[in-house]
C-alpha cells in the first residue's frame, strides 16, 4: 500500500506539471485571432479538465500523503492506534478528488465527439457557446456533488438531500449537450465513417448511463443499489460508453493526421459493431444483476440466486469486447503496412489541424495561421449561397486565407513566426530521480531516496540554468 | 518551480495570447494546485483538532502563542523584504538585489528554526505526530508548510548565487518577481494557518 501511495503521489505531480503547462498553453499561446470563442470544442473540453487536475489533485495527494505517514511514520488519521481517527476523511478527500476526476476522464471525449460530429454531419456544432458553457458548468458543478458516492455512509438527511439535488442537477448540462449534438445531426448530410459511428455510440451509450446515473441520485434508491453491480453497470456505460467509445473516435479521427495513413474504414466499422454488442451484453445485464442483490468486486457468488444466466452472458460480451479490440489492433498493424495515404485533409474537416500535412511537420505549421471566425479551416474551403447551399470557395481566390498568408508571412518575416520547441534532457533526468525517491521510501533505502532527491534537485537546477549557458 | 525559472529565463521571445509571460500564468495556476493541498490539510486539521488520546495533550494545550506571533512577525517582515528586493532589481540596483533578497531568507531561516524550536518543545510535552490524529494533523500540515518555506529559501539562494555570477540581468527581474509571487503565497497560506489553526479556539 505504501508503493500504491507513493506511486499514484508521483504520478499526480506529473499530471499537475502538466495541466500547468497545457493550461498555460491554451491560454496564452494561441494563434493570432484565435479568440476563446473561436477555440475547437476539444481545446476547450481539455482546458476545463486542467483546471479539475491542477485542483482536484492536491486533495488527493494529500490524503495520499496521510496514508503513507499512517504507515511508515505511525501517524493517525485512518489508524485509530492513538486517539480515535475518522476513516470517512479518507472517502471525502478521495471522493472530492474522485468526482472531478470523472469529468476530467470524460469532458476530453465529449471535445471529441463536439468535433467528429460537425465534419461528419456537415454542419457547424449546434449552439456552440451552449456546448462550451455546459462543460464549464460540469467542471465547476463536478465540486459540488462528491458525496454521492457515499450516500450509504450515514452523513445524515441534511447532507445526503443537498447532494442528492446537485447531483441531479449535474444532469441539466450534460443533458444540454446531448440534445445540442442531436441538434447537430439533424438535417445533416451524415458520413456513416468510423469515427462517426463510435462518436453516435458514445451519445447512445452515454445517454443510458447518464440516466440509470440519475437513478442513483435518488438517495433512498440509492441505498438499495449502493455496491451491487448496478453501480459497475452505471460507470461502465459512462466511462466505457461514453470515454473509450469517445477515445476511439477520436482515434479514428486523428490517426490519419498523426501518421499520415487512413485506419481501414470497413475494419473499423467491424470494430465498432463488435464492440457496442460485445459492450451492451457486458454490461446491460448487471443492471439486472446488481437489483438481483448481487455485490460487485467480487469474482464468486452461490448458486441457485438467479445471477448464472446473466453472468454468462457477460462473460461472452466481455470476449467478444476483446475480439473488438483484436480486430482493432489488426487494423493498426494493416493500415502500417498498406494503409491509405491520407493527404492533408481526408475527412473535408473544419478545423486548422487539417491545413498542415500529415503528420505534421515538428513545427506544426510553416506560418502561423491567423484566425477569422469558428472552423476557420471550413470557411476557407466554402461559403453559402442565396439559399444557404454550401459552394466551395474556388481555389487561388481572395478569400479569408489569402489575407492569411499574407498576414502570416509578413509575421514570419519579422522572425517570430515559427516556435520551435526547445529540448533539453534535463527534465528527463529530474523525472528519473522519481522512481529511485519512491523505491527508496517503499522499500526503507532512506539512502536510495536521497540520491533520488539529488537526482531530481541537481535536473530541475541544470534545466534552469540551460538557456543563461546558451546565450 | 524549475519550469517556471526556465521559461521566465529567456525573454518573451513571441507574442503571448493574454500579453503575460508564460511562466507568470504557470505559477499562478501552480499557487492555485497549492491553495487546494493546504486546504485539504487544513480541514484535516479542523476535524481532527478535538480527537486526542488519552494521556496525551491536544494542540491548545501546548500551542506557545506569544512565541509564534512572533515567529509569525518575522515570516511576514520577510515578504517585505522580498518586495524591496523585487524593486531593487527593477531599479537596476544588483547590489540591493542581493541584499534583500538575503534578508528574505535570513527571516525565512529564523521562521524555519523558531518551527524547529517549538516541535521540539512540542515533542517534549508529549504532544507529537504519532501521540493522536490531532497530532499528526497538526505537524503534518505545519511541517508542509515548513518544507515550502524551505523550498522558497533554497530559491532565493540559487537567485543571490544567479546574481553573484552576473546571471541575474535586469531583463530577467521576472525571475524575482515569480519566486516573489511563490514567497508571498507561502506567507499567505500561514497567516491561514496562524489564525485557523493557533488562534481560533477549540472548542
Given at each position: 500500500m505504501t508503493f500504491y501511495a507513493l506511486g499514484l503521489i508521483i504520478l499526480g505531480l506529473s499530471s499537475t506539471v502538466a495541466a500547468v503547462n497545457f493550461l498555460t498553453t491554451i491560454i496564452?499561446?494561441?494563434?493570432?485571432?484565435?479568440s476563446l470563442m473561436r477555440m475547437p470544442v476539444f481545446v476547450w473540453m481539455t482546458l476545463v479538465v486542467q483546471f479539475l487536475l491542477i485542483f482536484a489533485l492536491p486533495v488527493i495527494t494529500v490524503a495520499l500523503f496521510q496514508l503513507f505517514f499512517d504507515r511508515t511514520?505511525?501517524?493517525?488519521f485512518f489508524s485509530s492506534a492513538n486517539g480515535t481517527s475518522d476513516p470517512v476523511l479518507w472517502q471525502h478527500l478521495f471522493w472530492l478528488f474522485g468526482h472531478p476526476e470523472v469529468y476530467i476522464l470524460i469532458l476530453p471525449a465529449m471535445g471529441i465527439v463536439s468535433e467528429v460530429l460537425p465534419v461528419f454531419a456537415r454542419k457547424p456544432l449546434f449552439g456552440y457557446p451552449v456546448v462550451v458553457f455546459s462543460g464549464i458548468a460540469i467542471g465547476f458543478m463536478g465540486w459540488g456533488v462528491w458525496a454521492h458516492h457515499m450516500f450509504a455512509v450515514g452523513l445524515g438527511p441534511v447532507a445526503n438531500t443537498a447532494f442528492a439535488l446537485s447531483t441531479m442537477f449535474i444532469a441539466v448540462p450534460t443533458g444540454v449537450k446531448i440534445f445540442n449534438w442531436m441538434a447537430t445531426l439533424w438535417g445533416g448530410s451524415i458520413r456513416l465513417k468510423a469515427p462517426m459511428l463510435f462518436s453516435l455510440g458514445f451519445i447512445a451509450m452515454f445517454t443510458i448511463g447518464g440516466l440509470s446515473g440519475v437513478t442513483h441520485a435518488i438517495v433512498p434508491s440509492d441505498y438499495q443499489q449502493t455496491d451491487t453491480y448496478y453501480i459497475v453497470a452505471h460507470f461502465h456505460y459512462v466511462l466505457f460508453g461514453g470515454a473509450v467509445f469517445g477515445l476511439f473516435s477520436g482515434i479514428y479521427y486523428w490517426w490519419p493526421k498523426i501518421t499520415g495513413k487512413l485506419l481501414n474504414d470497413t475494419i473499423g466499422k467491424l470494430h465498432f459493431w463488435l464492440m457496442i454488442i460485445g459492450f451492451n451484453l457486458t454490461f446491460a445485464p448487471m443492471h439486472i444483476l446488481g437489483l438481483q442483490g448481487m455485490v460487485r468486486r467480487t469474482y464468486r457468488y452461490p448458486k441457485g440466486y438467479g445471477f448464472d444466466f446473466w453472468n454468462m452472458i457477460s462473460t461472452i460480451g466481455g470476449f467478444t469486447i476483446a475480439l473488438s479490440l483484436l480486430v482493432f489492433f489488426y487494423n493498426v498493424y494493416k493500415t502500417r503496412k498498406e494503409g491509405q495515404v491520407a493527404g492533408n485533409d481526408p475527412w473535408d474537416a473544419r478545423t486548422l489541424e487539417w491545413t498542415t500535412t500529415s503528420p505534421p511537420p515538428e513545427y506544426n505549421f510553416e506560418e502561423i495561421p491567423v484566425v477569422h471566425a469558428l472552423d476557420d479551416f471550413w470557411h476557407r474551403k466554402y461559403v453559402e449561397d442565396k439559399e444557404g447551399r454550401l459552394v466551395p470557395v474556388p481555389s487561388g481566390a481572395q478569400d479569408p486565407g489569402g489575407d492569411q498568408a499574407a498576414h502570416a508571412t509578413e509575421a514570419h518575416s519579422e522572425g517570430h513566426g515559427i516556435h520551435m520547441p526547445s529540448q533539453s534532457y534535463m527534465p528527463l533526468l529530474a523525472a528519473l530521480g522519481m522512481p529511485l525517491i519512491g523505491w527508496g521510501l517503499t522499500f526503507h533505502q532512506w539512502w536510495l531516496a536521497i540520491v533520488g532527491g539529488l537526482v531530481v534537485l541537481s535536473g530541475l537546477y541544470a534545466w534552469a540554468l540551460e538557456p543563461a549557458t546558451e546565450e | 518551480m524549475a519550469t517556471v525559472e526556465h521559461a521566465s529565463a529567456k525573454p518573451a521571445a513571441h507574442q503571448t495570447s493574454t500579453g503575460l509571460d508564460n511562466a507568470k500564468i504557470a505559477m499562478w495556476a501552480f499557487l492555485g494546485s497549492e491553495c487546494l493541498l493546504f486546504g485539504a490539510m487544513i480541514s484535516t486539521y479542523l476535524l481532527y483538532r478535538n480527537h486526542g488520546a488519552t494521556g496525551t495533550p491536544l494542540p491548545h494545550e501546548v500551542y506557545d502563542i506569544p512565541f509564534t506571533s512572533v515567529s509569525s512577525f518575522v515570516l511576514l517582515m520577510s515578504s517585505l523584504t522580498m518586495v524591496l528586493a523585487l524593486a531593487s532589481i527593477q531599479r537596476g540596483d544588483h547590489h540591493g538585489t542581493r541584499v534583500w533578497l538575503i534578508a528574505t531568507a535570513l527571516l525565512g531561516m529564523t521562521f524555519v528554526s523558531g518551527q524547529v524550536y517549538e516541535f521540539t518543545i512540542f515533542v517534549r510535552e508529549g504532544?507529537?505526530?504519532?501521540?493522536?490524529p490531532a497530532g499528526s494533523a497538526f505537524f503534518v500540515l505545519t511541517s508542509f508548510h515548513g518544507a515550502h518555506v524551505t523550498v522558497g529559501i533554497l530559491m532565493l539562494l540559487s537567485l543571490v548565487s544567479m546574481s553573484l555570477r552576473g546571471?541575474?540581468?535586469?531583463?530577467?527581474a521576472t525571475a524575482v518577481e515569480y519566486v516573489g509571487l511563490y514567497w508571498h503565497f507561502v506567507d499567505v497560506v500561514w497567516i491561514v494557518i496562524f489564525t485557523i489553526v493557533y488562534l481560533v479556539p477549540a472548542k
Open positions: 496564452n499561446l494561441r494563434a493570432p485571432g484565435m511514520l505511525g501517524t493517525n | 504532544f507529537t505526530v504519532r501521540s493522536s546571471r541575474l540581468p535586469t531583463e530577467r
